[in-house]
């Protein structure tokens, strides 16, 4: 069974950092783009920002507004993927996502989710 | 980047259909063929139901149905039943970008 699990979600003050990991197992995330996608509790899904694979450059595009703080990163060596947050906001709170986009069902189709991990920013 | 919208909410009866929009702009709705539709339901990560438009992932009902004309997408659901109440998110490629509609609410009366 093809699965993500994110971890590394919890409570951090306003202005702190938190770095998130998501492991896949029963996929090889060196050939996927991975994304991640947000969830503010009882919002809507905002997209953070994708890694391409290494075959197509393992380039990172970003929100605009969160392209100075968000970082993705991976390590196909171990399966990962990571999202680093920097100086975090009451409004970064959300149920953090990570997902593979295109994987299997064409482009930019966000087309595996984990369950998500919830990031909480309050003082 | 801008928006994509949905209406917040559409409801219909047992049986019938109801049909979710997706307005965007001709940089992201109206110029690339890469329209998605997840379902949510509470508590639950989003289903992937629609890619590219108008195909449906094997295992998804064919009653998902989905269209696009200009910077406008459209999700049918036909013979609505109990258990397709949910929310629905629309999302488009937009260069470097990948942008979700707010979501639409789906009751079924």
């Known amino acids: 069974e093809v699965q993500l699990v994110e971890s590394g979600g919890g409570l951090v003050k306003p202005g702190g950092s938190l770095k998130l990991s998501c492991t896949a197992s029963g996929l090889s995330l060196s050939h996927a783009w991975m994304s991640w996608v947000r969830q503010a509790p009882g919002k809507g899904l905002e997209w953070i920002g994708r890694?391409?694979?290494?075959?197509?450059?393992?380039?990172?595009?970003?929100s605009a507004p969160l392209k100075d703080r968000f970082f993705i990163s991976r390590d196909d060596s171990k399966n990962t993927l990571s999202l680093e947050m920097i100086s975090l906001k009451t409004d970064d709170t959300a149920l953090y996502y990570c997902t593979t986009e295109g994987f299997g069902y064409g482009f930019h189709a966000v087309d595996i989710w984990g369950q998500g991990t919830m990031v909480t920013v309050s003082s | 980047q801008s928006a994509v919208t949905q209406p917040a909410s559409v409801s219909g009866s047992l049986g019938q259909s109801v049909t979710i929009s997706c307005l965007g702009t001709s940089s992201d709705v109206g110029h690339y063929n890469y329209v998605s539709w997840y379902q949510q339901h509470p508590g639950k990560a989003p289903k992937l139901i629609i890619y590219g438009v108008t195909n449906r992932p094997s295992g998804v009902s064919n009653r998902f149905s989905a269209s696009k004309s200009g910077n406008r997408a459209s999700l049918t659901i036909s013979g609505l039943q109990a258990e397709d109440e949910a929310h629905y998110y629309c999302s488009s490629y937009r260069t470097n970008y990948l942008l979700f509609g707010g979501g639409t609410r789906v009751t079924v009366l």
């Open positions: 890694i391409k694979r290494a075959a197509d450059g393992g380039t990172t595009e970003y």
